[in-house]
T-cell receptor, first 112, second 115 residues
């Protein structure tokens, strides 16, 4: 059974701090790893990673994948209160139905 | 702008009634649509995968006779919760996948409360 584990489960920081969120996975036939941000409603797409060692960056957020060690990290620099959310990691493990397996998420709280 | 819409955004119904939730892909035709359920402080749990014109594939433990999925067109899928019970109260989210892309785009979700 495919498994995605995120850590920490929750994190409280102050504005301006840098945070690193972790995602490890055990899946058969790995295709891609995706990061989503979920505030009060449905998740919004952040990144999709398919290749090891290539950093994806968007503003203060960046992410990288290590396919040898089976994990990914999501970095957020100079955090703002608007970054407070649950960050979800999901893995697409191939197959014809393209389904994603989600981790439990990391709840990030950024205090002013 | 939004890629996926869901309707209604929230619904309260009485135990024993049925509720239909619509998921629409707004700008593009979606080859596959997914239905998820999320309980408070839990992650998304995939309920079923549906492809236009064919029967939905349900995940283990999801009752297909209770959660009816109809994927009538490339832009519309519906989830009907039949004979709803309070334990069906949850956040139901759909997502769509477009051809040649792996990422899924999520709708805004529907919060169902069964009294």
């Amino acid at each position: 059974e495919d498994k995605v584990v995120q850590s920490p489960l929750s994190l409280v920081v102050h504005e301006g701090d840098t945070v690193t969120l972790n995602c490890s996975y055990e899946v058969t036939n790995f295709r891609s790893l995706l990061w989503y941000k979920q505030e009060k409603k449905a998740p919004t797409f952040l990144f999709m990673l398919t290749s090891s060692g290539i950093e994806k960056k968007s503003g203060r957020l960046s992410s990288i994948l290590d396919k040898k060690e089976l994990f990914s990290i999501l970095n957020i620099t100079a955090t703002q209160t608007g970054d407070s959310a649950v960050y979800l990691c999901a893995v697409h493990s191939g197959g014809s139905n393209y389904k994603l397996t989600f981790g439990k998420g990391t709840l990030l709280t950024v205090n002013p | 702008g939004a890629v996926v819409s869901q309707h209604p955004s929230w619904v309260i119904c009485k135990s024993g009634t049925s509720v239909k939730i619509e998921c629409r892909s707004l700008d593009f035709q979606a080859t596959t649509m997914f239905w998820y359920r999320q309980f408070p402080k839990q992650s998304l749990m995939l309920m079923a995968t549906s492809n236009e014109g064919s029967k939905a594939t349900y995940e283990q433990g999801v009752e297909k006779d209770k959660f009816l999925i109809n994927h009538a067109s490339l832009t519309l899928s519906t989830l009907t919760v039949t004979s709803a019970h309070p334990e069906d109260s949850s956040f139901y989210i759909c997502s769509v996948k477009f051809e040649h892309f792996y990422e899924q785009y999520f709708g805004p979700g529907t919060r169902l409360t069964v009294t």
